[in-house]
């Protein structure tokens, strides 16, 4: 099967949370609502041998900063020599970059020996050194192995219907990272924890990054409920990562983790000293921050925000912490990721009896060359047009960390906000929170030149431009409603002066779909 072919088969599936069915199994409709749960991907994998049996796993659950506390791991694991898997989602551009695979030194990702030859397309660009997205020759022929799996268990009555599109995507992940031999995976949960199926695997390390209202039809809508589902990841006698958040988050996961007898790591002791939110005091981990405010700017991106720079002060040894992810929320993410590299080196193994060896130097590597964009990511505008700041906030918590990062922008700066989002997220909310900062009808004489544009999504859980424009009619903002995302960013630069800012939010697509025209590449694969 080619690449082109898989792309059709994954779109044909309809939406991720209907039953439907590729091209192959003859669906492709909505469907009904599907019942989650790990029978099928568990029936699948053991179909393909149990590709995620032959590696290790760290699995990431959380709702907001899982991916980034993912890349970041897996940059120093990268930066360690260790070969590395790195599955995350949704992707911005490209499906391929769900699945990764780290070049470590002196080798190579290597197609497997049945592939058939690389089209022109599998070059890759920024990851080459770093984490290599799976070549499309090798994503079609993956695509084919699992789709045709779940075709045979279907036949044979093991599988009620087509596996969903993440379900696949996971399957196949799995089986590339076992061809190529890595010695560890990073797995970013999807949706929840519990029933994801990244829970198919048996983590060494379990991470629970920040947790917030989200996907309240399927999670839950109180925190505690949704923190119940995010610590289904969790293992009896496991290990936990995670830092102190929401009151309710933490009696939940507490809960569960006394349950299982888990054993807590706590990341706070590797936040910067603003930051810390526990008394507990390690005598051989001290923190020191050298720098006011410990960030700087962009050196070269022309970004007013700055790179997360500060010290560490690590069993006698001082770890310079360099990211170049954007905004304090990200301190928190970093800390997550920098205690479980430490837990891995100190308490945990390869598969092959070796340790898990990450130096500092490897450590302090990999923050300096973590790639995660569309997360406050800064982009010149080039030939006289203004900056963009591209941002995925597609919840409550996304808005109000967006928003605490705007308020770094110099405050004379003009602006001007795409916005647009799906229908299951808290339209109102979120433009209740972001709204009012570019409000050009506000006494505030340096807004009086800002703008807002709704942008619709072509998605099929997109909120419709009428429900977005009523949401901003009651907050009294003026704002221009866009027919396209296209429309929307050519009208945003139109009207926003040279030296001003355009900032894009609310959903993911919206963001992949307007990275994809500025960087002037065709628009986003599904």
């Not at 391929?96 to 089209?119: F, K, L, M, T, Y």
């Not at 084919?144 to 995507?169: R, T, W």
């Not at 010290?311 to 770890?319: K, Q, R, T």
């Not at 130096?359 to 790639?371: D, H, K, M, P, V």
Request: charged residues 20%; negative net charge; contains cysteine.
């Amino acid at each position: 099967m080619t690449y082109e072919d898989a792309l059709e088969h994954l779109k044909a599936l309809g939406p991720e949370l209907r039953t439907g069915g590729s091209t192959a199994t003859g669906g492709g409709g909505l469907g009904q609502r599907r019942k989650f749960t790990l029978d099928h991907i568990r029936a699948l994998l053991r179909a393909l041998g149990e590709p995620q049996k032959s590696f290790p796993s760290v699995l990431i659950a959380g709702t907001n900063g899982k991916g980034s506390t993912a890349s970041t791991l897996a940059s120093m694991l990268h930066a360690a020599g260790l070969k590395t898997g790195l599955y995350t989602s949704p992707h911005l551009l490209r499906v391929n970059e769900r699945i990764r695979v780290s070049r470590a030194p002196g080798r190579d990702v290597q197609p497997c020996h049945d592939a058939p030859p690389s089209s022109g397309n599998d070059a890759v660009t920024e990851e080459t050194t770093r984490l290599a997205q799976i070549p499309d020759a090798d994503f079609g022929r993956l695509y084919e192995k699992v789709d045709a799996a779940a075709v045979g268990l279907i036949a044979a009555g093991e599988l009620p219907h087509s596996p969903s599109y993440f379900e696949l995507m996971t399957a196949m992940a799995f089986t590339w990272f076992a061809e190529q031999g890595i010695e560890l995976a990073v797995l970013e949960v999807g949706l929840g924890g519990r029933l994801d199926a990244t829970n198919s695997v048996e983590p060494i390390v379990s991470v629970i990054t920040d947790i917030g209202i989200d996907h309240t039809e399927y999670l839950g809508n109180t925190i505690g409920l949704i923190a119940g589902e995010k610590a289904g990841i969790l293992r009896p006698h496991g290990v936990l990562v995670t830092l102190a958040q929401h009151p309710e988050a933490n009696a939940a996961i507490g809960e569960a983790a006394v349950r299982l007898e888990v054993r807590g790591v706590d990341a706070a002791r590797c936040l910067p000293p603003a930051r810390l939110q526990t008394n507990v005091v390690d005598s051989d981990f001290a923190v020191r921050q050298t720098r006011a405010g410990g960030s700087s700017p962009l050196p070269g991106s022309g970004s007013p925000l700055g790179r997360n720079r500060y010290e560490l002060s690590l069993e006698g040894e001082i770890l310079h912490v360099d990211s170049p992810l954007c905004g304090q929320h990200q301190q928190r993410n970093l800390a997550l990721a920098i205690a479980t590299a430490l837990e891995l080196r100190s308490n945990h193994r390869l598969l092959d009896g070796r340790p898990v060896a990450i130096s500092n130097a490897a450590i302090e590597a990999g923050l300096r060359q973590t790639q995660w964009p569309g997360r406050l990511e800064w982009r010149s505008g080039g030939a006289g047009r203004a900056a963009l700041l591209l941002d995925v906030a597609h919840n409550p918590a996304g808005a109000w960390t967006l928003r605490a990062a705007l308020a770094h922008l110099p405050e004379a700066q003009p602006r001007t906000l795409v916005f647009g989002c799906l229908a299951d997220k808290p339209v109102e909310e979120i433009e209740q929170v972001l709204l009012p900062l570019f409000d050009s009808a506000s006494s505030d004489p340096a807004r009086r030149g800002d703008h807002v544009i709704l942008a619709p999504i072509e998605h099929p859980r997109a909120a419709p431009l009428a429900g977005l424009a009523a949401a901003a009619a009651r907050l009294s903002v003026p704002f221009h409603a866009a027919g396209s995302v296209r429309e929307a960013l050519e009208h945003a630069w139109k009207v926003t002066p040279e030296q001003g800012v355009i900032v894009v939010t609310g959903s993911v697509f919206l963001v992949a779909e307007v990275r994809s025209l500025a960087l002037g590449r065709s628009e986003p694969e599904e």
